[in-house]
C-alpha cells in the first residue's frame, strides 16, 4: 500500500485565496484525521470521520475552515478566504476500524501550507 | 518534557547510548497512549503504544513505561543511532473502548544523536 496520500506537499497562496488541501486514506481504513502542526501550539486535532461522516468538528477553527469525505477514499479541507495565520503544516492520518493494534494513525506526509 | 512556546526540549546523547524522553499528560480519563516519532519533513510515524492497564511494554530497541498516579509517560530507546534523531511526540487518547478518536499530542522533545 502507499500509505496516506496528501496533495500538494506545499502550497503557498495569498491571503483572502481559497485553499483546498486532498488525502487519500490507505484503503480499508474506517477513521480519517485532519492535523494542523504549528511551532507554537504543536499538533491539534481539526476534525475527524467515520465511515465518511464526520463524528467531532470541534478542533475546526472557525467557520473559514470545512472538511468533506465524499466517499471512503478522498477526503478535502478547504479554507475559505485563507489567512497567514493558518500557515502550518497540515496533516491527513487514518485508522482501520478498531481490532489488533487498535487505534495506530497512519499519518501522511502533510501538506505545508504558506499563507503571505 | 514539555514545550516552552517556540523551543522544542532537547535531548542530546552519545551514539550507543540509551535515551529516555518523558511526557506528562494531562487527562486522568486517558486509557491509550501512543509514542509518534517525527523525522524532518516528514508525518508521524508509530513508535509503540501502551494501554492503561500495563505500565510497561517492550518493543526493538523501545520501552515505553506508563505510571498513572503521576500521569507519567516515558519512552527509552536502547543503543540509539544516527537514525533515531528526530522529534518525538507523546499523544493520548481517552474512552478509547468503543472506537477510534483523535489523539491530544504532547508538544513534542528534540532528540539528537552525537556522533
Known amino acids: 500500500d502507499a500509505g496516506v496520500i496528501q496533495s500538494p506537499r506545499h502550497e503557498v497562496t495569498e491571503m483572502g485565496q481559497e485553499v483546498t488541501l486532498r488525502c487519500k486514506p490507505i484503503s480499508g481504513h474506517d477513521y480519517l484525521f485532519w492535523y494542523r502542526q504549528t511551532m507554537m501550539r504543536g499538533l491539534e486535532l481539526l476534525i475527524y470521520?467515520?465511515?465518511?461522516?464526520?463524528?467531532?468538528d470541534s478542533g475546526m477553527p472557525e467557520d473559514r475552515f470545512s472538511a468533506k469525505m465524499p466517499n471512503a477514499s478522498f477526503s478535502t479541507l478547504k479554507i475559505q478566504p485563507s489567512e497567514p495565520r493558518d500557515s502550518a503544516v497540515y496533516f491527513c492520518?487514518?485508522?482501520?476500524?478498531?481490532?489488533?493494534?487498535?487505534?495506530?494513525?497512519?499519518f501522511g506526509p502533510g501538506t505545508r501550507l504558506t499563507v503571505t | 518534557g514539555e514545550s516552552v512556546g517556540l523551543h522544542l526540549p532537547t535531548l542530546s546523547v552519545q551514539e550507543g547510548d540509551n535515551s529516555i524522553i518523558n511526557c506528562a499528560y494531562s487527562?486522568?480519563?486517558?486509557?491509550?497512549f501512543i509514542w509518534y516519532k517525527q523525522e524532518s519533513g516528514k508525518g508521524p510515524q508509530f513508535i509503540i503504544d501502551i494501554r492503561s492497564n500495563m505500565d510497561k511494554r517492550q518493543g526493538q530497541r523501545v520501552t515505553v513505561l506508563l505510571n498513572k498516579t503521576v500521569k507519567h509517560l516515558s519512552l527509552q530507546i536502547a543503543a540509539t543511532q544516527p537514525g533515531d534523531s528526530a522529534v518525538y511526540f507523546c499523544a493520548e487518547m481517552a474512552g478509547s473502548g468503543g472506537g477510534a478518536d483523535g489523539l491530544t499530542f504532547g508538544k513534542g522533545t528534540h532528540l539528537i544523536i552525537q556522533p
Open positions: 487527562n486522568s480519563a486517558s486509557d491509550y
Open positions: 470521520f467515520n465511515n465518511n461522516v464526520p463524528i467531532d
Open positions: 492520518a487514518s485508522s482501520p476500524h478498531p481490532s489488533g493494534r487498535d487505534h495506530e494513525q497512519y
